[in-house]
């Protein structure tokens, strides 16, 4: 079955979640500079009750209940029973000193959240892949003391996101071209239009919503050694193996695949500074008040 006929519980429970789940340290480094953007915006202080959507392999999580500490409590909530398994690894090897955590394998577009219970609602990049985005903004809000604060990360346009483009855009050549996915499908891109989700919001009940743009370079590959060939290629095994590019190339034959590493790993060798391999990324942080 493509992964475009998969639904997202079906895709994120399958071979995608647990290889999110084994490559976490690495999406955690990559995307730490956009995690340190999404906590600045959700200002969390002790004590307080944390709603963490799409929640992954526990950065955030764990990066929550450090700020809201031993008083407060987090709950993450995942489609995806590889990912909690590893946030729950996580979770049990913290050192003592934060908050309570609870995590929950759902969909929270439809899950009976306690309404009032939580303080705040965060999310990176785990809120434009919901099937309904009325009822699933309209159940956060619900979910949310009056006077509580939504902060949530979500990609602006994929011409914007060079960490992701550049490389698609150098395979593209070698694959056959994907179908498109319709203007409001779930998918990355869903909201980079920020008219779209703020009518959604609106709608759902939030008030004194704001798009802050986010413009962070990511280091897709480093090489410790400094050198530019190590890095290209920790870079190009990055973007074919496990980022949005290797869609393109998973199940292609071994000699395509080949070509392609060949073909990204020289480019990002020619643009490495420094052992390392940037490229742009851009996402609105997104906030608003119940």
């Known amino acids: 079955m493509a ?63 450090e700020a809201v500490g031993p008083s407060g409590r987090v709950t993450a909530v995942d489609v995806s029973a590889p990912l909690l398994a590893a946030t729950a690894e996580r979770v049990a090897a913290r050192p003592a000193g934060g908050g309570a955590i609870a995590l929950v394998e759902a969909d929270a577009q439809t899950h ?30 619900a979910a949310l003391r009056p006077g509580g604060r939504l902060a949530i990360l979500c990609w602006r346009t994929l011409a914007e996101n060079a960490w992701i483009a550049h490389p698609l855009d150098l395979v593209r050549s070698l694959v056959p071209e994907p179908a498109p996915t319709p203007p409001d499908a779930p998918g990355p891109f869903r909201f980079a239009e920020p008219e779209r989700l703020s009518g959604i919001l609106a709608v759902a009940g939030f008030r004194e919503i704001a798009f802050t743009p986010v413009d962070e370079a990511l280091v897709l590959g480093r090489s410790d050694s400094g050198e530019a060939r190590a890095a290209a290629e920790a870079a190009a095994a990055f973007s074919l193996d496990l980022g949005p590019a290797s869609r393109l190339v998973r199940d292609q034959p071994p000699e395509i695949r080949d070509q392609a590493f060949a073909r990204v790993q020289a480019d990002f060798e020619a643009r ?9 990324a851009a996402c609105w942080l ?5």
């Open 272 to 280: 490495a500074r420094d052992g390392a391999v940037r490229l742009a």
């Open 286 to 290: 997104v906030t608003a008040v119940r």
């Open 112 to 141: 009976a959240f306690a309404r009032g219970a939580f303080d705040r609602v965060i999310s990176r990049f785990g809120i434009m892949f919901f099937d309904e985005s009325v009822a699933a903004f309209t159940n956060l809000h």
């Open 3 to 65: 992964a475009a006929d998969l639904t997202q519980a079906e895709y994120w429970n399958g071979e995608a979640g647990r290889r999110w789940a084994s490559h976490q340290a690495t999406f955690d480094g990559v995307f730490a500079p956009l995690t340190e953007r999404l906590f600045a915006g959700a200002d969390l202080h002790p004590g307080e009750t944390v709603l963490d959507i799409g929640c992954g392999a526990g950065a955030t999580t764990l990066r929550a209940a």
